[in-house]
């Protein structure tokens, strides 16, 4: 089945392996694993990791363009074979070519400076989250601190939410704080979770809330299944288990409907032992999900469809 993956960090892993690219690595995703798994569209996030930068001969934001630089090389070393896409239409229309959209997680490498900002938009990502596991110029993230939990958006994060929405970029709150979730929800702008589970499955504040699925499905929203382990269950196995992925996919479903349902496994950003570990094995999850009686057309909204109608 096509399938649409909202999340992964590949790029960075790319960054940490010179001698790899799209076509030959080694970790979760390459080229023959995307389409072995029938991927019709692959996200990919540009991520810094903000608390190794300290002693890094780049700045936060040099360090975050590289990463970009690197996204291009690997779309105009790929001999046609993936293709830009910029809209849901583009997707459609690329009719020879694996997808590839920009995304970024966290705005960290922006330092709060404009002129970064607007560099940033002219790269046009279709998705963007303000925070990682960092408070910065922006926004607080999910925390076990309540006072940081509850903590909103921060004034330069109201302007960006505002440029966002000019600019039909769609805001990301999978490791946002809960103030800062309803912040953006109250907004104008398009949201939704790219890599995110549910809190009442698994109680992690990088999951969501039944209010924040609810709030999400009634903006027309949706929330990508995070293939972590952590966060689809309580055990301490480290496991990441299709039968946890389907009560979580169940759990949407009966809170938030069949609309809000989609994919965001977080491939590359996360370790231990992954039932799915690449997008060759997503229908492994689609035979799960149609043995716990979920129907065809459901399943094909959340592999691809209704992501199609957000971007």
Request: hydrophobic share 40%; net charge negative.
């Amino acid at each position: 089945m096509k399938t649409i993956d909202l999340h992964c960090d590949t790029i960075l892993r790319l960054s940490e392996n010179p001698s790899e690219n799209l076509f030959n690595a080694k970790g979760h995703i390459n080229y023959e694993k995307l389409v072995k798994g029938d991927v019709y569209c692959q996200c990919f996030a540009l991520f810094t990791k903000m608390h190794e930068l300290a002693d890094d001969a780049y700045t936060p934001f040099e360090r975050l363009s590289r990463l970009h630089d690197l996204f291009i090389k690997e779309i105009e070393e790929s001999s046609g074979k993936l293709k830009r896409a910029y809209s849901a239409n583009d997707i459609l229309n690329n009719k020879d070519s694996i997808s590839v959209m920009l995304t970024i997680e966290g705005l960290d490498a922006l330092e709060g400076k404009r002129k970064n900002l607007d560099t940033l938009i002219s790269w046009k990502p279709k998705i963007a989250g303000f925070t990682w596991n960092w408070e910065n110029e922006l926004a607080y993230p999910q925390s076990e601190d309540k006072a940081i939990m509850q903590s909103g958006l921060k004034d330069f994060g109201f302007e960006v939410l505002e440029r966002f929405n000019q600019e039909d970029i769609i805001i990301d709150v999978s490791h946002l704080s809960d103030g800062g979730f309803w912040d953006v929800i109250k907004s104008g702008n398009k949201v939704l979770a790219t890599h995110s589970d549910c809190r009442a499955v698994t109680n992690t504040g990088r999951n969501l809330t039944d209010d924040m699925i609810r709030a999400l499905a009634d903006k027309g929203g949706v929330v990508g299944l995070n293939f972590c382990s952590p966060f689809l269950t309580d055990d301490k196995s480290h496991e990441s288990r299709v039968s946890d992925m389907v009560i979580h996919t169940k759990h949407l479903l009966n809170v938030g409907g069949e609309d809000i349902l989609a994919m965001g496994s977080d491939f590359d950003g996360i370790g231990g032992k992954l039932e799915i570990d690449g997008p060759d094995k997503f229908p492994l999850l689609e035979a799960a999900l149609r043995k716990a009686g979920l129907k065809e057309e459901v399943i094909e909204k959340m592999f691809y469809k209704n992501i199609l109608r957000l971007l």
